[in-house]
Structures are given as structure tokens and as C-alpha cells.
């Protein structure tokens, strides 16, 4: 399972750092590596949309348009943790911010949620104006 934390309520212009943990036989062992992972939020009203990805051996990440400079990912295989670095933050990042696991390639984990197998809980990124 993969459990998301580290939302909340930030001002404009502040940061959040989100983790999430892979956990149980799926990511067992040495397999956590195996899987592309990555981050795609869900703001109120709209369709899930790709924020970030990031490959097994964290050598490429993908990052959607408006977060580039902004957003970091991260993994940490020997802890099977991902993490999300939000930085300048704006009112239209608000979203619940869903973690993500799939056996492909991290770019194609980009193109589209479909092609990812597990998902997060979700957690809430609230930034006020």
C-alpha cells in the first residue's frame, strides 16, 4: 500500500514537503525500485491530472508545465519513501495530492493516471491567498 502525508494549509509563496511510504509484499524487498512513482493531484471539481514522476532509479524525473522550478521529487529506495518538494506556492495548487506506483516507465506514467496500479490515500494541499 502506499500511504501520502505531509498536507495542509499554507500561505502563497510558502513550501510543503510531501512523503509517501510504499508498504506490504508489493514493495517488498528490492521491488520498490522496480516501480516508476509518482505524484498527481485532484482539485475540486476537476479530473486528476499528472504533477510529477519519477524513475525506479531516480536518474529521470517528468514534471507537468506549471510546476517546473517549483516541485521537486525525490525517492529514497532503501526507505521505499517518494517524497514531493513544493516550493512558491500558489492558490491554484490547491488539490488533494495523490501518491502513485506503476510498473511502466516513468514517461509514460506521465502521459496518463490510467497507467498507474496503485495509488495513495491523498492528501490535502490547501494554499490561501
Known amino acids: 500500500q502506499l500511504q501520502a502525508f505531509g498536507g495542509g494549509l499554507v500561505q502563497t509563496g510558502g513550501s510543503l514537503r510531501l512523503s509517501c511510504v510504499a508498504s506490504?509484499?508489493?514493495?517488498?524487498?528490492?521491488?520498490?525500485?522496480?516501480?516508476?512513482m509518482g505524484w498527481f493531484r485532484q482539485a475540486p471539481g476537476k479530473e486528476r491530472e499528472f504533477v510529477t514522476t519519477i524513475t525506479g532509479s531516480s536518474g529521470t524525473s517528468y514534471y507537468e508545465e506549471s510546476v517546473k522550478g517549483r516541485f521537486t521529487i525525490s525517492r529514497d529506495n532503501a526507505d521505499n519513501t517518494v517524497y514531493l518538494q513544493m516550493n512558491r506556492l500558489k492558490p491554484e495548487h490547491t488539490a488533494n495530492h495523490y501518491c502513485?506506483?506503476?510498473?511502466?516507465?516513468?514517461?509514460?506514467?506521465?502521459?496518463?493516471?490510467?497507467?498507474?496500479?496503485?495509488w495513495g490515500q491523498g492528501t490535502l494541499v490547501t494554499v490561501s491567498s
Open positions: 506490504g509484499h508489493t514493495f517488498s524487498g528490492r521491488t520498490f525500485r522496480n516501480y516508476a
Open positions: 502513485a506506483a506503476a510498473l511502466t516507465t516513468a514517461q509514460t506514467m506521465s502521459q496518463s493516471h490510467s497507467y498507474v496500479q496503485y
